[in-house]
């Protein structure tokens, strides 16, 4: 049965082996089924520890987490089958793309799966097709640029079809024309009625696309809640220092804007 909840963490610590501090720190979390969720934190804040206890590659040194209300198996078995729900997109791509080619890469997944090969090479196909890669199946991952190699991860992932998508700094290495391209897909997914999770430290990000807000500080939630409430919450904000935009100080007076300042060229000597 599907909860409400689709993940839930109860009072969750981690700390990395040979590590004093934890990344993760009494953390206790609910985030809603079928919604656009964002993970809102500085560098440090655990948004990434957070991501790999999501699919079981992290698991709590106490704690535990939650899988529409079931305790996460860690057999083999329960990890394929979480991993096959849940899908998340890592940080840094080149944590994800191990085969030779894109192609490979891409049918990895659904292959592993034990799809038929008609099947997974359609889901392979539909995959590159929404993340602009059909051109790039023959390519050597190695050989891809970086907002490429951010795509084929995500494009990975995608053939997977997961319920649950996870997306860690999913603007990170893309120009503005990538994003507007992967945000559509994210919202044709979110339209479908899956779980969106994105992780980052933009602000900006969670204010225009976010119906769920959570944001993390030293390993911890510190608030969560529908955007609007997060939002307006300027103690909470400052709290990280995002009660107003890093750049304020420095912003340009009036007399200085662009426009009131004379162009070089013709006349302007
Ligand atoms: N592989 C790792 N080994 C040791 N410490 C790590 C590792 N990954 C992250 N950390 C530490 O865990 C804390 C949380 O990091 P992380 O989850 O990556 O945060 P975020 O994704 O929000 O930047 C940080 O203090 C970071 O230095
Ligand atoms: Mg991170």
């Not at 599907?2 to 963490?9: A, M, P």
């Not at 981690?14 to 953390?27: R, S, V």
């Not at 106490?62 to 899908?87: C, N, Q, T, W």
């Not at 997961?162 to 603007?171: F, Q, S």
Request: glycine fraction near 8%; hydrophobic fraction near 40%.
């Amino acid at each position: 049965m599907k909860s409400e909840t689709v993940l839930r963490f109860e009072h969750v610590r981690f700390t990395y082996p040979g590590h004093q501090t934890p990344a993760l720190d009494e953390l206790t979390l609910a985030l809603p089924r079928g919604q656009r969720v964002v993970i809102l934190g500085h560098n440090g804040a655990g948004k990434s520890s957070l991501f790999l206890h999501c699919n079981g590659i992290l698991r709590p040194d106490a704690g535990r987490v939650l899988f529409h209300e079931e305790p996460i198996d860690y057999s083999r078995r329960g990890l394929l089958d979480l991993r096959r729900r849940i899908g998340v997109v890592f940080q840094d791509a080149d944590d994800q793309l191990f085969s030779a080619s894109v192609l490979q890469d891409l049918s990895f997944g659904p292959l592993n799966l034990g799809l038929s090969d008609a099947e997974a090479r359609r889901r392979v196909y539909v995959a590159a097709e929404q993340c602009d890669l059909r051109h790039l199946l023959d390519r050597p991952t190695h050989a891809l640029s970086g907002g490429e190699k951010a795509r084929a991860a995500l494009a990975g992932v995608l053939a997977m079809d997961p319920e649950v998508l996870l997306v860690d700094e999913p603007t990170a290495s893309l120009d503005p024309l990538m994003r507007r391209q992967v945000f559509t897909i994210f919202q044709d997914l979110s339209e479908q009625g899956k779980t969106i999770i994105l992780a980052t430290h933009e602000l900006e990000l969670a204010r225009h696309w976010a119906d769920f807000i959570v944001v993390m500080h030293g390993g911890r939630v510190i608030g969560a809640g529908a955007r609007t409430q997060i939002m307006a919450d300027q103690q909470l904000l400052a709290r990280i220092g995002m009660d107003r935009p890093w750049y304020e100080p420095f912003m340009a007076s009036e007399e200085y804007a662009p426009a009131n300042v004379p162009c070089t060229g013709q006349g302007d000597s």
